[in-house]
Structure formats: C-alpha cells, structure tokens
C-alpha cells in the first residue's frame, strides 16, 4: 500500500512540474553554449579582430558615453583577445564595444540576446511586472524542487525490491514498454547524485537562506558574507582617476584576473573590482577603490574564505557544468536533458498501464 501511494505522489508531481521541467531541461542544455551559439550567429556584433591596444580605460568610457549619452555603470572585459567588451549603461541597456577602436558594435536589451532570452526563459518564463518582479521565478523553483523529491521516491522505488543491482541492464530487443521503463531506472539511478546536486544547485539561486543552511549542516561550517562596499566620505576632487585607480586596484590583487568593473553611480560610492584568483572556480574577490583619489579603501581575497563559502561559490560553475574540463559540459548535456526524458518517458509509463487496465 506504501508502496502504491509513492507511485501516485510520484505521478502527481510530475503532472504538477512536468511542464516546468521540460522547460527548464531544454532551456538549461541550450544554455551551456549559449553565448558561443550567439557570437557564431552573429560574429560581427561579438567578435573583433585583434590588435594592438593602444586605447586606455578612460578612453574606451569616454568614447561610450560621447556615442550613448549615457553614463557607463559596468564594463566586462574579455581575456580573450578576439571577444568584444560587454558595457552597460545607466539607462540598464549594453552595448558591444571593440577595445581596440572604441567603436560600439552593438546597443542592445541584454535580454533580447540569444544567451539573455535563453536564460530568462530557463529562470523565470520571461515574464516580468510592472514592478520588474519575477512572479514565475518562484514556480520555476517550486518545479525543480519537485524534481528533488521525484528523484528521492524513484530511488527509493528502486532500492525497495530485491534484485535491484540485476535490474540495472537495459534490453535494447525489449518492447516499447518495458525498454522505457529500463531506460527510465537505469538512468535514474546512474544520474541521482549528479541531477539531485544540479537541481539543489538551481534551486539555491532563489532560496538562498534556505539552502545555504543546508550547505552549512553539511560541510559543518558557517558560509561568510562578503563585506560591504566602502563608502567614500570625502570627495578630494570632481576629476575621475580610473587609469591610476584601475592599476592600484590590480595591484591589490596581483595574481588575480579581471572580471568586472563597477563603477560608481554616485559621489559617494567607491568603484568596485571583481576579481578572479588563481585558486577560484569563478570571480568572487573584490577591491574597493576611491574612482577620485586612486586609493584602494578594502580587498576581499576569497580564496582565504572557509570551507563552506568554497562550497556554496561553488554552486554557479557546477550548476552550468564550467569546471574541469569541457568533456564535463558534455556530461553535463546528458543531465540537463535527463529531467526532459523521465518525464516523457514517465507519462508514456502511465499511459500504458492505464490503457492496459482500461482494456
């Protein structure tokens, strides 16, 4: 009887989340290479042929806002040297710039893009109020918590009969029935770790509390906040120091690359550097310079950061499959498109069976 009530509520989550799930499946997989998908469509608005830079920061922001009329809030360089720079704009458009020629290649909604639409898609169904809330997001997640406990009751499914190491084989010459539902096990199980963290991963985006105290049970830690952004008390001068500022801020972090810059909307706001070390899956150190005076006002190194906080930054590199090698991303495909087949898969599952009965 237990066991027939876990098959229902194993049915009646997947009607509940399916089409999230589906959605969510084929969203995640596109986004895994999306942004090389976007700049091989369009190479011109991405791509530049590269030279010999001769242009400084200030140039590059000079020429943006002359060309814009908008003050520029965000600059992302690119190490690689055939990439465009991405900046943005007080007015939250982007444009594409050529560093080496300050030439803007492209002005653009950052979600009308192949890689913004795709990831709006996957995050919150695009829709969007007019208080520029996310109502979606919440249902997106709810889905992919559903999906947590659908892979816990068909493991349990699995672990509960006797055998069920014999029944981890997949007959190719079975019928259509039976080759489902040995796909639908076998995959199941082989995939329940990788998936199950995939989708606690995703769901961390959101419920942020909630899953950071799970990861702090966990890894028997307390994950650390990043400080808060210096202010700037005293305004020596209205000239901006970015070229001084920059280099002081890199020198920081001398080992670091650069990932970001934010600059300051206001007076009394520092430009903020984002910062990559060595030993970091992604960019999550920060220095804190005074855009006026050059003078670094703090530095973050995460590297030095505990146990928990590496593993909760760690959540964005594996959630998308980025680390190791790119054979991973390839793996990574295979889960991503997984929740899209046990769900099909699922419901072909159930209807055989009811009409079966029916007959």
């Not at 399916?18 to 895994?32: A, D, E, K, R, V």
Request: with cysteine; charged share 20%.
């Amino acid at each position: 009887m237990f066991k027939l009530w876990l098959r229902r509520i194993h049915l009646l989550l997947a009607i509940f989340s399916g089409l999230f799930l589906i959605s969510s499946s084929i969203t995640g997989t596109l986004l895994i290479y999306a942004q090389t998908i976007q700049r091989e469509i369009n190479p011109d608005y991405w791509q530049v042929l590269p030279e010999e830079r001769t242009l400084t920061y200030n140039n590059i922001i000079q020429s943006v806002e002359d060309n814009t009329q908008q003050k520029v809030t965000l600059i992302q360089p690119e190490l690689e040297s055939n990439l465009a720079w991405q900046i943005q704009l007080a007015n939250k458009r982007y444009v594409s710039v050529n560093p080496y020629n300050a030439k803007i290649l492209l002005e653009y909604d950052y979600y009308s893009t192949f890689y913004g639409f795709t990831m709006a898609f996957h995050r919150w169904l695009l829709y969007q109020d007019k208080d520029e809330n996310f109502p979606f997001r919440l249902w997106v997640s709810i889905a992919t918590l559903c999906l947590i406990i659908e892979i816990i009751v068909g493991i349990y499914l699995w672990i509960r009969p006797r055998n069920r190491i014999k029944r981890l084989k997949v007959n190719r010459k079975a019928k259509n029935k039976i080759l489902f539902y040995q796909l639908h096990t076998v995959l199941g199980v082989f995939l329940f770790i990788p998936l199950l963290l995939v989708a606690f991963s995703g769901i961390a985006f959101h419920w942020k509390m909630e899953t950071s105290t799970v990861v702090e049970m966990l890894t028997l830690g307390e994950i650390e906040q990043r400080p808060d952004a210096p202010t700037i008390e005293n305004q020596y001068s209205s000239d901006l120091q970015l070229g001084l500022a920059l280099k002081n801020g890199l020198s920081a972090l001398p080992q670091a690359s650069l990932y970001r810059i934010y600059m300051a909307k206001n007076p009394s706001e520092s430009m903020a550097l984002r910062m990559k070390m060595p030993g970091e899956n992604h960019a999550y150190s920060w220095v804190w310079v005074n855009p006026y005076t050059a003078k670094v006002l703090q530095v973050y190194d995460a590297t030095k950061a505990s146990f928990s906080t590496q593993v909760w930054n760690f959540k964005y590199k594996f959630h998308i499959g980025d680390f190791l090698s790119p054979i991973v991303q390839v793996f990574w495909i295979v889960i991503a498109l997984s929740p899209c087949f046990f769900v099909i898969s699922g419901f072909y599952l159930w209807f055989c069976r009811h009409r079966k009965k029916k007959i």
